[in-house]
């Protein structure tokens, strides 16, 4: 049971358009997202949240949008940079604070110089 | 500051074989966890110790898998006998008041 998906494996975008990343959920209770970033031979690193009671956020380059009604949110980076190649996963947990996170399989981001 | 460490890198070994990973977090961070993430998926998480108590260990397979976090600091996991789906990367991550989880680099294990 994928209570967090990410449908596209990957996506290419040319350098210096937007980027948006897809991510939807059916676990109702989720109440917290966050998006990481990983490059190859690397760990996760985390890049942006954002909770339920809010429906944007945003930090630099980087905005997340979350619409509850239809249990999906996007990550938009704009403008796209070479060094934003990687794997991007969404991921979510229940209550704030429980700390335990459900993540999404993932999809990879190329940029196109 | 230092990041999360894990080792080895990287560890081949035969199916019913026994193996060990080890993670050390952040200093001071009290939360510890242990995912593992099969080619093509997201992290699973496997454990999640508070200090050296164990908060949650649902998707752990008992009948394999161990783990311990002596002193609250860093932890072993522990795989025997490993089967062939077992083959993945291990990640540790670690967290404090922040909530926000910090990924070591991972062990790729390959059962053959």
């Known amino acids: 049971d994928q209570q967090v998906k990410q449908n596209s494996p990957s996506l290419s975008v040319q350098e210096g358009r937007i980027s948006i990343l897809n991510c939807d959920y059916t676990n109702s209770m989720f109440d917290y997202f966050l998006w990481y970033k990983k490059y190859p031979a690397e760990g996760p690193t985390f890049l942006i949240s954002?909770?339920?009671?809010?429906d944007k956020n945003e930090d630099g380059r980087f905005t997340v949008f979350l619409n509850k009604s239809a249990k999906h949110l996007s990550l938009h980076i704009v403008p796209s940079q070479p060094g934003d190649s990687a794997v991007y996963f969404c991921a979510a947990s229940v209550n704030f604070g429980n700390e335990k996170l459900t993540f999404g399989t993932g999809t990879r981001l190329t940029i196109i110089p | 500051e230092a990041g999360v460490a894990q080792s080895p890198r990287y560890k081949i070994i035969e199916k019913r074989q026994s193996v060990a990973f080890w993670c050390n977090p952040i200093?001071?961070?009290?939360?510890l966890y242990w995912y593992q993430q099969i080619l093509g998926q997201g992290p699973k998480l496997l454990i999640q110790?508070?200090?050296?108590?164990?908060?949650?260990d649902s998707q752990l397979p008992k009948d394999r898998f161990s783990a311990e976090r002596l002193k609250g600091v860093d932890s072993t996991l522990k795989i025997q006998p490993a089967k062939l789906e077992d083959s993945a990367v291990y990640l540790c991550a670690s967290s404090s008041r922040d909530n926000i989880q910090y990924f070591g680099a991972g062990t790729r294990l390959s059962v053959l």
């Open positions: 110790f508070q200090n050296n108590g164990v908060v949650d």
């Open positions: 954002i909770s339920s009671i809010k």
């Open positions: 200093s001071g961070h009290a939360t």
